[in-house]
């Protein structure tokens, strides 16, 4: 019987380790341990933590702030099971997760995986449709938690998995901040170890709760996925691009209009298709007219932010180092 140790860096978020915890309470498959690593915040959630001790086997650890990624790696060497699950701190997990990823790992084993994340019901019209801008077909977020993803799986630690023997050989994170579950996932590969999606082992993600967090959030992965490429060249493929392709194709678009009228309602028409694709899948999807309409938002919020940071990162001078590494 497999035992998983559960570790969630958190850094200001007590209300949302709250329900992540209570999620945590109702699963089937029982074998798991948790592990709090508090990531010097000003606002703790230690006393939401004590409030769980009855009902999860739990530790709590307070650590000065150092990045997600390093906070990670301090609860892998706390860590006792034969796999080490990561959740970020704003997901909800279903109450047979657990169940759905031994039941995989029985016939298909995996040093490290992946899963998908959804929107819960109890979500409010702009989460769903910002999780809706992350998952669409119609945007790169789509690549993610889907089996025809491009090339090997690389996980994602909002929902990620990994063996014991996995962090034992890669030492766990290298970078903490900008693109570090990217570069760890590139590692681990490159050990040979095998990875792959569980798409029954989605998670509720809540993600940013206002357009201009969410924005500045894809404009981080933006640089992120640029950064990343430095060091490991080749690992930027054409489809990772189409973000910046889009801002720039908007930004062409835009100029058409002080010389060819044409172009110009050309271009506007195949934006106004785009539009309405979005919004009619989502409506569908959610159905909501109103999600439907916020997913247009997010939509364009997502591209454009992630565009805009991939555009900042390249002309960025090489010399700057923007995140942590050990």
Not at 7 to 12: G, Q
Not at 88 to 93: F, K, P, Q, T, V
Not at 148 to 177: C, D, Q, W
Not at 233 to 252: M, N, S, W
């Amino acid at each position: 019987m497999r035992f998983y140790s559960v570790i969630i860096p958190v850094y200001n978020r007590p209300d949302e380790v709250d329900e992540l915890l209570k999620s945590l309470t109702l699963q089937t498959y029982t074998q798991f341990e948790v592990i709090i690593v508090e990531d010097g915040s000003t606002e703790r959630c230690d006393q939401v933590v004590e409030s769980y001790q009855n009902q999860l086997s739990i530790q709590y650890f307070f650590k000065e702030n150092s990045g997600q990624g390093f906070s990670r790696n301090y609860g892998f060497e706390k860590a006792k099971g034969d796999y080490f699950v990561v959740f970020d701190s704003d997901c909800i997990i279903p109450e047979d997760y657990f169940e759905k990823v031994n039941q995989f790992l029985d016939h298909t084993p995996l040093d490290a995986f992946g899963g998908p994340d959804k929107a819960h019901p109890s979500f409010s019209p702009l989460q769903k449709a910002i999780s809706y801008s992350m998952t669409s077909p119609f945007t790169t977020g789509g690549i993610r938690g889907n089996k025809k993803h491009a090339g090997t799986f690389h996980p994602r630690s909002f929902n990620m998995g990994i063996s014991k023997e996995v962090f034992e050989t890669t030492k766990g994170y290298k970078i903490t901040r900008m693109g570090e579950d990217i570069e760890f996932s590139i590692r681990v590969i490159e050990a040979g170890f095998k990875t792959g999606l569980i798409p029954e082992a989605f998670v509720y993600h809540k993600r940013r709760t206002s357009f201009s967090h969410f924005y500045k959030q894809l404009h981080f992965f933006g640089r992120a996925r640029i950064n990343v490429n430095r060091f490991f060249p080749g690992e930027l493929k054409a489809i990772h691009a189409l973000p910046a392709v889009f801002v720039l194709g908007l930004l062409v678009w835009l100029t058409t209009i002080f010389y060819s009228t044409v172009l110009f309602t050309l271009g506007g028409a195949l934006l106004t298709l785009f539009i309405l694709c979005i919004f009619i899948h989502s409506s569908i999807l959610n159905k909501s007219m109103d999600v439907g309409l916020l997913s247009v938002t997010a939509a364009f919020t997502q591209l454009t932010g992630y565009g805009m940071g991939m555009i900042s990162e390249i002309l960025k001078p090489r010399g700057d180092q923007p995140f942590s590494q050990k």
